[in-house]
């Protein structure tokens, strides 16, 4: 009830002032009992809804037999195997965020101790193990900004590569120290907005709120209204805090009740993954409530990611056939994967006009499309979303007596292979749509619809650019096309795909210019997420002033000061995918590997 949730935000409001003084120590010890919990966790039943979504499992909320939750159910070894294979990415992820935040506080710990024996004269020479990370930094002028970049650091078992930039030239404060204003206000809560489409996310915000943001507060988390059963796994994970009451959480209740949390004056500060409708619906309840508090100092209390239309930008070069398959493997595996419903999904893949093997490509990128299954687009709206970006690209035919789709190529798309059916089948699976920008330019044909709307759904675009299709073509010309946000929304994910011969030095000028938060080298960047467990950042880029992806990053556990962008590498073009369901072995072989892993992560992180 929403008189329950505001007890719930009095009660953590009270507990603000304890929360605030703890000690690294105390962090430590609250970081080390997560952990444990972690360690048991098992995640089944949460997997089991996971699948649910998805319609490759019953609805464990369901009767066994309601015919709604399985008409055509049969437990398969496709079910089974991802099932298993999707805890063990779960649990890899969240332990290593958790690791990454204890190395972080025993670091810390060990420098303010050394600090006080440096003090009274007693060592001269620090003898702290840096964690990886921090431990291997060169500087480099790139891009026209001075950059100090971190790593890179092997993302075992991924065969990716990570790294951190930071600019020189940013003005940051200092990500240890809350802000006067912050350290003002007695009291308050940081609201967390769980997100709809993947379990982990809400896990790793409130991870981030609690342990890595500098004016940290007691946490109350409402969860999206797909997600309900996060709770148990959530109370379980969490215990200790939520002993300790500095956590508290909730299923969705409403539109009404989620308002009446934000109008509540203990509310400070809201974090959300989400769309910028929300954010802006957000920013406009604390308004109205704390009419006394400036636009700006509304904006300054909440922190967002809202999503992207994710670019693939192609160098020009000389690929070879098999490079050619493997850049649209990474570019349409990473489109299909949970439906398009990832903020990283790539919408755009971005074209050198005068590229010799453009057309080569493309029917390529085509015949991929219609080859690597589908996942359903079961987020609310995605179809709708999808079907509005397709309407601007239908014409009228030359006589006038009906409708052509010259610049839409619709594919009969491979899917996914499920349990469960139900009417909606057919609308989960929404054709996978290519569509045709044109030329960037062109007084011919020019439409960036599909470039300025996230479908967040099936579709990709292509868009052409034109100039000199040399090494330049990057820093001269796409980079500056897609750093122009009147021609593409957003700036949380680009990546930049170019053969084994290119010149290293040019991508790294380009991904230095990129005005991006994460940036990809011949790979999807739902890697760079995954790099928040190794230190670094998801979010809007740092560069991007018009709030379109949100404002404020997750992660940095490090504290790396002026920190730009994440940037994560394959080992090349030519290596083979990671992340391909239909090469999944069968669910005993993967529950063996998940326990090898599971163990040699808690052994790899004790540096």
Known sequence: SHNGWAAKVDRLSAKSQEFKALTLEDRLELIDAIIYNADVLGGDLMVDHDMALLKMAPDPYK???????????????????????????????LIQYLQSIKKHLEYRIELERESKQNNQGRIKKTKVKKPPLLAKTRDAFLGGRQIR?????????????????????????????????????????????????????????????????PATKPIFVKYHPLRPYLQPVFAKLFEPLIERGFLDHTVDEGLEAAIQLLRNPKTRHVHVTGGLATARAIEKTLAEAQPD?????????????LGCVTPFLIAPGKYTKRELKMAANHIVTAKKVNGGAFCFSPQVVVLPEEWAQKEEFREILVKTVAKIPADPCYYPGATKRVQNILDHYVDDDEKGEGKTQPHILQQSGARMKRS?????????????????????????????????MEAFGPLLATVNLPGDPSESYLT??????????????GSLSCSIIYPKKFNQHVVEEATAALNYGCVGWNTATFYG?????????????????????????????????????????????????????????????????????????????RF
């Open 63 to 93: 009767s066994n037999d309601d015919a709604s939750s399985a008409p055509n159910y049969q437990y398969s070894s496709d079910v089974e195997k991802l099932k298993e294979f999707s805890k063990l990415s779960f649990l890899l992820n």
């Open 149 to 213: 970049i971190h790593g890179p650091v092997e993302m075992f078992p991924l065969f990716h590569k990570f790294q951190v930039w930071a600019d020189a030239g940013l003005e940051t404060k200092d990500p240890i120290k809350p802000s006067p204003e912050d350290d003002d206000e007695e009291g308050g809560i940081c609201v967390v907005l769980g997100a709809g489409n993947a379990s982990i996310v809400t896990f790793i915000d409130t991870l981030h709120c609690i342990f890595c943001d």
């Open 293 to 305: 508090k400036s636009k700006e100092k509304i904006e300054s209390m909440v922190t967002s990611e």
């Open 420 to 452: 469960i059916t139900d009417g909606d089948d057919d609308e989960d699976f929404l054709q996978p749509a290519i569509v045709d920008c044109g030329t960037y330019g062109s007084v011919t044909y020019y439409n960036n619809r599909a470039l300025r």
């Open 529 to 605: 997420y995954i790099g928040l467990g190794i230190g670094g950042i998801w979010g809007a880029s740092v560069y991007d002033n018009t709030g379109e992806t949100g404002r404020g990053q997750v992660g940095n556990v490090y504290e790396i000061p002026n920190i730009a962008k994440s940037v994560v590498s394959s080992r090349s073009l030519a290596f083979p995918l990671i992340y391909n369901k239909e090469l999944i072995p069968p669910k005993f072989c993967v529950s063996l590997v998940s326990a090898a892993l599971l163990r040699f992560r808690r052994k790899m992180f």
């Open 476 to 489: 001269d010309v796409a980079v500056p096309f897609v750093n122009n946000k009147e021609n593409i929304f």
